[in-house]
């Protein structure tokens, strides 16, 4: 079986139902990759989330995926419109991390952060708490969701795979 | 953002003046070993810059300046492992092929570099434009150069979603980037600075 790669890049919203398809978020840094997967259905959706919160838009692209509070919703619309029963998809999250440790400087570089809080906080407000994470710390990851199975896998450089 | 043809001349001037201070700093650190060559300088979308060293899951060892004062953004320069331990090589003066893995004190070489090459390119930006221009203590990360340039491009994002790119590479023994990225709100300062010159 030839396996379809789909990357999710920065801010993008992406799914998919065939059993040979694999989402994947390359090298998440401060960012969060969002996994849904209904496991009846084999419908799976995933997010590259950029930042907390869309009241921090000021550029002119309006993409839901890019902002916490407004990725969730759209998530979870999309994965009901390829047929997901909403009450049975399962949120996994990864990323978050503070990559440059800037002595000196407290809030500039960490959105990481802020954008686990968010991410957490808008998924839990829509009735989906993240089932596992892998969020924080000072190390990049790849984020790769395989639609047929729903194995969720997190590679990093020399901090070895994770399945979540 | 657009430049005016005078602004866009000015600015390439003065970067081609900052890279060849960065080059000769460089110079006297590995004895000619390393020289940055002809910069590219162009407005990018910022949702493709985690893309632009080598793809997102490609591993880099990156020294990274925060840049303060008049103008705020970002310099980074971007490295293969192989072309880290290269650098290492020429600074500590050993034959090519003697460092075999990043541990402190290649790290701490390779922020050195960087500090002393960013400081150099900083400096003729200041001078040229008279902007105050302060690089924050350099910090090194070896991961993936999307991980590593999200965390810029994060930051970028909260003032638009573009970014003056300067880039640069180095000569072919020493694959790698070199990168500016001032902040969109540091670009109307930039933009009088080059006025004031052209």
Known sequence: MNIETIPVGLGELK???GPNQVLVCYGLGSCIGIALYDAAHHVGVMVHVVLPDSSLNRGQLVQPGKFADTAVPAALAEAVRLGAVRSRLVARIAGGARMLNVAGTVTKLDIGSRNIEAVRATLMAHGVAPAADDTGGTYGRTLQLFVGTGRLLVSTVGRGEREL | MNLTQNEYQALYAIVQKGLDNSSKSLSTMTTGGIRLLDPKVEFLPLNVV???????????????????????????????????MRVVDMLIEAPGGTTTELDEIGLSALAETGNVCGSAFLNALSDRTGLKIVPTTPVVVT????????????????????????????????PGHFLLMPDQDSMARLVAALEAIG
């Open chain 1, 15 to 17: 799914s998919g139902t």
């Open chain 2, 143 to 174: 991961d993936m150069a999307g991980a590593i340039l999200e965390s810029v491009v994060t930051e970028l994002y909260l003032n638009g979603d573009e970014v003056l790119m300067v880039e640069t590479g180095f000569n072919e023994e020493i």
């Open chain 2, 50 to 84: 985690p893309g632009i060293a080598g793809g997102p899951a490609a591993v880099v060892a990156a020294v990274y300046l925060g840049i303060e004062g008049d103008l705020n953004g970002h310099l980074m320069f971007l490295f293969t492992l192989k072309a880290a």
